[in-house]
Nanobody, 121 residues
């Protein structure tokens, strides 16, 4: 079983910064991880990919956050971070941590419970 616990959300003014954390607790080796990332969902909108990092360290970002957000990981702590700079009101959303693992030969997706990020003056 895999549990993803997000933290670090909150209220910030436009132009400000936040760092989200996603701590994974699971049985099994970290080598079963395919990728870990962040999605977000704003009211009335579909959930969208924000940033993702593969087991090999390759990163990918949504065009809307390139140059402002940075995804990183600490394998020793089983934690992935999302540093968000120059935040805009349109970044307001619930941010979900996502992880894909190989479990008994199958790809399984796991989700955190979400953390609210509100960008407002």
């Amino acid at each position: 079983q895999v549990q993803l616990v997000e933290s670090g959300g909150g209220l910030v003014q436009p132009g400000g910064s936040l760092r989200l954390s996603c701590a994974a607790s699971a049985s099994g080796s970290i080598f079963s991880i395919v990728a870990t990332g962040w999605y977000r969902q704003a009211p009335g909108k579909q959930r969208e990919l924000v940033a993702i990092i593969t087991s090999g360290g390759t990163t990918n970002y949504a065009d809307s956050v390139k140059g402002r957000f940075t995804i990183s990981r600490d394998n020793a702590k089983n934690t992935v971070y999302l540093l968000m700079n120059s935040l805009k009101p349109e970044d307001t959303a619930v941010y979900y941590c996502y992880q894909q693992r190989v479990v008994e030969g199958r790809l399984i997706d796991y989700w955190g419970q979400g953390t609210q990020v509100t960008v407002s003056s």
